[in-house]
């Protein structure tokens, strides 16, 4: 192929990628052109075919105009697929679990919550990180039924401990297809009726790519959760590529500043600045700034001194499964 070919292609996929009025309803059509190629990526018509699918799938899910086939891409596909099948099988298994990990109070050192994070680990016992499944469900239609179970286990299991007397703010994670998921609120709400747990007491953790995927429906959203109660964070602060105006707008009440700037923060200079801009951007904004990834006491000293209200991290604890937790917590200073 020369090189002026993918340059038209990526005019025509333009040009193609227009929005349409029908019926007073606007329609936008994006397109994607996944290529592979005769004799190098595949030997038959139905192979060729399966390898630009891959390729276009690739794209798809990248946001790429172009995606030309290679077999680095080809592994990943076999590695979802079987995770995907894993996964699965594992909604119906007691195969996941949540971990808990303690949020410490920097001014008076107390745990004050704790954010639940998903463990997976199969029949096989391998491990398998939530980084890497999180987006195998997300991409397929299996963060349905995940997040069912990730918010039923949740509820379930902060309500005891609620009832039992700990009075703690407990996060859960929200992944951008869970904003857009009109039953996300109904859910919600149901889980709220059944279990004895004030909203004030959960944060809903969510990130920035979920207001650039589609800004109106988030505002919405978060909207529609801030009047059931719920407190919210906005996770990973400053990874996203969104435009600071939105913070002002959205009813949110906690900012976490993501852990690639927290965890050097004592040796990189450019760290220093991001942190205690953000500790101000946040303060001034009336909202919690909790830092995750601590992982020395050099670095909790620097947050608690930038003013920084709660940490995270391995210097306190990593996150803990639940018996673990329970006792973390009926040994800690609480409020
Ligand atoms: P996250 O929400 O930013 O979670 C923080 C991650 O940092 C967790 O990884 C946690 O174990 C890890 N971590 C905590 N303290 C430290 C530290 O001091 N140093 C280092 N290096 N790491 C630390 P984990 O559990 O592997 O989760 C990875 C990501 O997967 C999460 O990032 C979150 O985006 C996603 N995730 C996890 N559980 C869930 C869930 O239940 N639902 C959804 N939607 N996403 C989840
Ligand atoms: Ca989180
Ligand atoms: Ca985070």
């Known amino acids: ?31 994607t052109i996944g290529i592979a190629l005769y004799p190098q990526h595949a030997q038959t018509p139905a192979e060729l075919w399966l390898k630009a699918e891959q390729a276009m799938l690739h794209g798809r899910a990248n946001k790429l105009d172009i995606s030309i086939y290679n077999e680095e891409l080809n ?12 996964l699965r099988h594992a ?9 808990f990990q303690p949020q410490i109070d920097l ?4 745990l004050v919550g704790a954010e639940a994070l998903a463990r997976w680990r199969t029949g096989s016992g391998q491990y398998i990180s939530p980084a890497e499944f999180i987006p195998v469900a997300e991409s397929s239609g299996l963060i349905k039924p995940f997040t069912k179970w990730l918010l039923s286990e949740f509820f379930r299991q902060t309500a005891q401990w609620w009832q039992a007397g700990m009075n703690l703010h407990f996060s859960v994670n929200l992944s951008a297809r869970n904003l857009a998921d009109p039953e996300l609120i109904s859910d919600l709400r149901h889980l709220l009726a059944f279990h004895a747990i004030p909203a004030e007491n959960i944060v809903l953790e969510i990130t920035e790519c979920s207001f650039s995927d589609s800004p109106d429906q988030f505002m919405m959203t978060v909207d529609q959760l801030h009047r059931m109660g719920f407190r919210q ?35 990189e200079k450019s760290c220093i600045a991001i942190v205690k801009s953000t500790i101000q951007l946040a303060h001034n904004l009336g909202l919690t ?25 391995y210097y306190y604890s990593k996150p803990l499964p639940v018996d673990a937790f329970f006792s973390y917590a009926s040994s800690s200073t609480t409020p």
């Open 107 to 110: 001014k008076t050192g107390r």
């Open 1 to 31: 192929m020369q090189n002026t070919q993918p340059c038209k292609l990526a005019e025509a996929v333009s040009d193609i990628s227009l929005s349409y009025q029908v019926d007073n309803y606007p329609i936008h059509i994006e397109n």
């Open 75 to 86: 592994q990943q596909f076999v590695r979802r697929n079987l995770l995907f099948g894993q």
């Open 233 to 267: 964070s906005i996770d990973d602060f400053g990874t996203g590529y969104s435009s600071l105006s939105y913070l002002k707008d959205l009813r949110v009440n906690e900012l976490k500043i993501d852990q690639s700037f927290v965890t050097n923060l004592t040796t």
């Open 91 to 99: 909604l119906s298994t007691q195969e996941l679990s949540l971990h």
């Open 289 to 313: 700034v909790v830092a995750e990834g601590i992982e020395s006491e050099e670095v909790a000293a620097f947050l608690s001194q930038a003013g920084c209200d709660i940490g995270q991290g």
